[in-house]
Structure formats: structure tokens, C-alpha cells
């Protein structure tokens, strides 16, 4: 937004304007997301459009492929992708969802009966936790919050609109929580069937992916009786800041146009200063004050070198950009590329973004080091005996001319 940076979204929890591409037991998962920036948030600058992507935990990230979507729609409407985190396949197809007044449901509760409506209406940091959480970071007792969506059109399409941020599971918690005989129970949503008996309709609905995050869930054609409540159920701590319906079955023409970087490069930046307005969490960054220094440590191991990577972002090929806490890639996009609004149009950006990471959790594969590289194809992290990391002469030369600059002990810059 003209010469200043805010921080517009985290990805997952740990890289602002940009990818916290796993955590704990998502060690090393490939990441391949959509996320979402109004047209307020990004704005051209002398014919360029520009995103700062910054590594700001304690974690290796492998950022393989970015390019931004422009996605040009009427005013009254606004769009939203088919985005959110699940636990495993199948995984949501890109999709955009047109959006026309959206409202909250007639009624929440929790499922101690409690009224939980005034606290999922709008997005203030306010949210229900009244659930039992279990001595395991990121576990909670199974729990479910009830929505009735009142008088919803059922001819159209029912599309849940939900803001949330997600206390994750690490490594050590996954493990202690197995030998307690505890498990993970990612959401699952269900609804009143002809019996008046809640019914599970979609096993797994997914979840946001790390700080506030709006996730998209599809009811149409879900419900099996007249009643229009919903129910989440989980043992995830997950934190429901606002959660609308719309039942508009809003349409109209989109065009989407597609800009590859137009130029990337990687340098040291540092920390931006986390915060809490109200003191609550989940904490937020300040992009204006910059730590130089963090408390934690990086992997060793051989980072890319600072300079342009732009080569390295156009495709997912497993040549990634690999960074430590506290690197930051400014990737740019050419906003001459992109064609003239009509009028009574807006435009809402996707930034879409393919990689890996890897934390440093003591219980996770691999914690210390960056290698072994990930890559697309692997089955398994380690990597099965049989299984390697790409050695084509193309893939040798990247780590050879870009990889070159080394971490030789894991402690702070």
C-alpha cells in the first residue's frame, strides 16, 4: 500500500505475507495454497505490484513456486477460494466462490448450551473457548459448537464462511498425547437427518490454516431433512472468530488473470515485532519495528544465497528458495500485465504459493538440519532408501550456483 508494508495474512501460522509451510507433526508438508488479499490491502506502485514473503520462526522454509491471480468481479460481490487446511486427500480443488451479503447464522450454542452467537458475528478477536483443553499443546477434549442457519434457500448454493485461528499440535504434544492414549480429531460436520438424529455428512470438513484465516466450506446438497442446523465437531483447539452463511447463490461474470514474478529477490530482513492490542492471542506483527535478533535458533545446513531467486518461483520443480528465520523474499508482479477494470468492477488477489517446511521440534524427523530436501514425489520423510531427491543435471546445478550459503551450527544469526 503505496511505500509501506503491512502484514496482510499469515499462511499458516508462521511467516507474514507469506507461508509457515507446516508445523509440529506437518513435518515437511507440501504446501500448495490460495490466499486471499483484498484490493484494498495491495495496490500498485509505479506499475508494480509488490509482496514481501518473511521466514520469522524457528523453522526451514522451502518456498517453490509464487504467482499472484487477479480476480476481476462485479462491486456488489465479493469472491472467496475453496481454501482450507485438511489432514489428508482428498484435498479442495481450486475453486472461486462469488459472495452477496452474507450473514450470521439465527442461532449458535456451544455444547454446554451456551450462547455462543454474539461471539462469532463479527471478526474482533473474540471467540468461544469454553471447551476442556488437555495438557498437549493444541489438544483439546472433543467438542462442538451447534449452528442454525435459519431460513436458508435451499434451491441455490449454501456456502459457510468461517474465521479462525488454529492453536497447532507440535511433534512432542503429538507424542505425549499418543502415549496418553489421546488422539487428534480434525472437524468433521454434521446435520439433523429425517430421524432427527445428527448425521455426519462431511468427515472432514478441514481447518484454517495457523493465525485468523477465512476457510470455505460447501453444504449444498448436504442437508437431509428440513432442519437447518449444522454441527462442528473436533478435539482441535481451534478458535471460531466469526463464522456467516450465504445462501445468495450469487453469480456473475469473473476474469481471472495470472502474473508470474516479474522479479524476486531474497535478503535479510529480520523479525517484525509481535504484539497483542487487548492482550489477547493470537499475537499479531508490526512491520514498522523490525527485531534484529531472535530466541531461537536455524537449521544447519546450506541456505540459497541472497540475491535474485526469480528463476527459482516461476514453477514447482523442487529448486526452492530456502530460508531461515528472519530471510524475507520481495517478490514483485508487472501490474501492466493486467487488463483495464470495467466499470462498476473490483479486484480481489490470490496469491498462490507451492513449497515446504520443517521446524525444529525435537520429536520431528530431521529436526536440526535442512536436509534432506524435500520434493514433490517423496513418499516418505526420511526418505525411503529408494526414494531421492531429484539428481538431474538441472537439479545439481541448483544446488551448486544457488544453495552457497552455509549455517554451520544451530544457533541465532
Known sequence: NGSEYSFVT???????????LGSGSFNYPDTDEYVRI???????????LSLRLNNQLEEVIYFDAARLLAIDHPQPIEVYPNERLMPGPPYPEFRIYPVSGPRAPAAARDDRGEDILPLIRAVDRQYPEGFDKLPFKGYAREHAIELDLGKIERRGRVLLLLTAWIDYADSTSNLAAS???EKLTPPFLQVINSRGEWQTVIPQMGFPAGLPKTMTVDLTGKFLSGDSRVRIVTSMRIYWDQILVDDSNASGP????????????LRWRGFPREYSPDGRKPLIYDYRIIDPIAPWKAHRGNYTRFGDVRELLL?????????????????????????????????????????FGKDMDLNSARPETIGELPFHGMKSYPH???????????????????????????EGR
Open 179 to 181: 502415549q496418553a492414549g
Open 315 to 355: 514453477t514447482a520443480d523442487d529448486r526452492y528458495v530456502i530460508t531461515r528465520n528472519g530471510d524475507e523474499i520481495q517478490v514483485d508482479f508487472d501490474a501492466r500485465a493486467l487488463p483495464v477494470l470495467p466499470r462498476g468492477w473490483k479486484r480481489t488477489w490470490l496469491l498462490h504459493a507451492d513449497g
Open 10 to 20: 499469515d499462511f499458516l501460522g508462521g511467516s507474514a505475507i507469506g507461508y509457515r
Open 384 to 410: 525411503d532408501p529408494r526414494d531421492r531427491y531429484p539428481s538431474t543435471p538441472r537439479h545439481l546445478r541448483y544446488l551448486d550456483s544457488y544453495n552457497t550459503r552455509t549455517v554451520r551450527r544451530s
Open 254 to 265: 469473473t476474469r481471472i488473470t495470472t502474473l508470474m514474478p516479474a522479479s524476486a529477490v
Open 38 to 48: 483484498t484490493g484494498e490491502q495491495l495496490r500498485e506502485q509505479d506499475g508494480r
